[in-house]
T-cell receptor, first 115, second 115 residues
Framework: GNSVTQMEGPVTLSEEAFLTINCTYT??????LFWYVQYPGEGLQLLLK?????DKGSNKGFEATYRKETTSFHLEKGSVQVSDSAVYFC??????????????FGTGTRLTIIP | DSGVTQTPKHLITATGQRVTLRCSPR?????VYWYQQSLDQGLQFLIH???????AKGNILERFSAQQFPDLHSELNLSSLELGDSALYFC??????????????FGNGTRLTVT
């Protein structure tokens, strides 16, 4: 079946450090890939997405590139801030004709940024 | 604010009891998705409704049921509750039956504690 594997957390970094959160996937067909972020006490919000191979999604200084050859969608940010502390979820969507319509999520990676 | 409203925010109940979680989707959204977030299993898809009809089922227990009403709000009913049902339950909505070119918008969740 379809699945997403994220690097296990928690991840703790100092402010202005470089961030990478790894995400790999297994899917039939050509999935769309997403990163969602969950701030404390809130629901998930879409951070960025990519719908086809070699697409780069970006938002708020975060980037991720859809790599079909390595089935990966790693999240990166060049200089993190305390306000980036949150839980980050990688997710995929397989086009409907391959199965049920839903997003499949990874287990989430908790990120804490220390001033 | 995502526009998705979930009530109640917190629910504490005893084993064997039954509870109802409520979700109002964003204005104009016809699809409602339910997800369960637990510490050991991450975010698990439960069920998807579109315009009052069930469209897809995920890992939803037989003790759980859901429906979507004509005004498009949805309820998730959990019965014969067990300790392991303690989790954060999220509702998400989107405009159409598919997620093509659209995004899931999440509510802030209902935290269920079974004692």
């Amino acid at each position: 079946g379809n699945s997403v594997t994220q690097m296990e957390g928690p991840v703790t970094l100092s402010e202005e450090a470089f961030l990478t959160i790894n995400c790999t996937y297994t899917a039939t067909g050509y999935p769309s890939l997403f990163w969602y972020v969950q701030y404390p006490g809130e629901g998930l919000q879409l951070l960025l997405k990519a719908t086809k191979a070699d697409d780069k999604g970006s938002n708020k200084g975060f980037e991720a590139t859809y790599r079909k050859e390595t089935t990966s969608f790693h999240l990166e940010k060049g200089s993190v801030q305390v306000s980036d502390s949150a839980v980050y979820f990688c997710a995929l969507r397989v086009p409907r004709f391959f199965g049920n319509e839903k997003l499949t999520f990874g287990t989430g990676t908790r990120l804490t940024i220390i001033p | 604010d995502s526009g998705v409203t979930q009530t109640p925010k917190h629910l504490i109940t005893a084993t064997g009891q039954r509870v109802t979680l409520r979700c109002s989707p964003r204005s104009g959204d016809l699809s409602v998705y339910w997800y369960q977030q637990s510490l050991d299993q991450g975010l698990q898809f439960l069920i998807h409704y579109y315009n009052g009809e069930e469209r897809a089922k995920g890992n939803i227990l037989e003790r759980f049921s859901a429906q979507q009403f004509p005004d498009l709000h949805s309820e998730l009913n959990l019965s014969s509750l067990e300790l392991g049902d303690s989790a954060l339950y999220f509702c998400a909505s989107s405009p159409r039956v598919t997620l093509e070119d659209s995004t899931l918008h999440f509510g802030n969740g209902t935290r269920l504690t079974v004692t």
